[in-house]
């Protein structure tokens, strides 16, 4: 199957500091990529869709302008998590598309995020 | 509103009988259905994808069954392993392109 990565990860910060996750398709572009947040025990939910070229779309309830969202390139997209609170403590995964007729969607290994 | 209902939430099983997991959905503009196997620590991993053009599809040991009508998907573990013990959700969206809603997982454990 299609491979994503992401990095880093693991990252451990301070309150009040920005943390950037990447997203990179190794061996198939990306249009879209989507990128969900998934807390210990719990399933996968879905934060925002990052599109190429555009502005991302968000989820209801996920505030914009804390989980900034860009898409560089068709192999790229980067979440920076603004002004890191304990609560956004959690493990962040991301997904691309493969295209083709089945369009399967691939995940990243995750990366884990602890606020201090 | 969940939109994806998984059961049972945690599942125990004998090495060498069949695993199975239940999901029912209510968007029906949802069309495309896969199953994923998470280890801890791990991104999900892709296991078997369906469209609902078909009523069932198998991969190996890994078999999905849907029932369009009733708006039910399964997933059935064949010959379940030890190492088949993970998480496992399903996940649906509309056209395949979009993100996915995913159940809430079930815990399967395979005794040796």
């Known amino acids: 199957g299609a491979v994503v990565s992401q990095h880093p990860s693991r990252v451990i910060c301070k309150s009040g500091t920005s943390v950037k996750i990447e997203c990179r398709s190794l061996d198939f572009q990306a249009t879209t990529m989507f990128w969900y947040r998934q807390f210990p025990k719990q399933s996968l939910m879905l934060m925002a869709t990052?599109?190429?070229?555009?502005?991302?779309?968000?989820e209801q309830g996920v505030e914009k302008d804390k989980f900034l969202i860009n898409h560089a390139s068709l192999t790229l997209s980067t979440l920076t998590v603004t002004s890191a609170h304990p609560e956004d403590s959690s493990f962040y995964i991301c997904?691309?598309?493969?295209?083709?007729?089945?369009?399967?969607?691939?995940f990243g290994p995750g990366t884990r995020l602890t606020v201090l | 509103q969940q939109q994806v209902k998984q059961s049972p939430q945690s599942l125990i099983v004998q090495k060498g009988g069949i695993s199975i997991i239940n999901c029912a959905y209510e968007n029906t503009a949802f069309d495309y259905f896969p199953w994923y196997q998470q280890f801890p620590g791990k991104g999900p991993a892709l296991l078997i994808a369906i469209r609902p053009d078909v009523s069932e599809k198998k991969e190996g040991r890994f078999t999905i069954s849907f029932n369009k009508s009733a708006k039910q998907f399964s997933l059935h573990i064949m010959d379940s392993q030890p190492g088949d013990s993970a998480t496992y959700f399903c996940?649906?969206?509309?056209?395949?392109?979009?993100?996915?809603?995913f159940g809430k997982g079930t815990h399967l454990i395979i005794q040796p």
């Open positions: 990052s599109n190429e070229g555009s502005k991302a779309t968000y």
């Open positions: 996940a649906a969206s509309n056209r395949g392109a979009d993100g996915l809603t």
């Open positions: 997904s691309a598309p493969s295209g083709g007729s089945n369009n399967e969607q691939f």
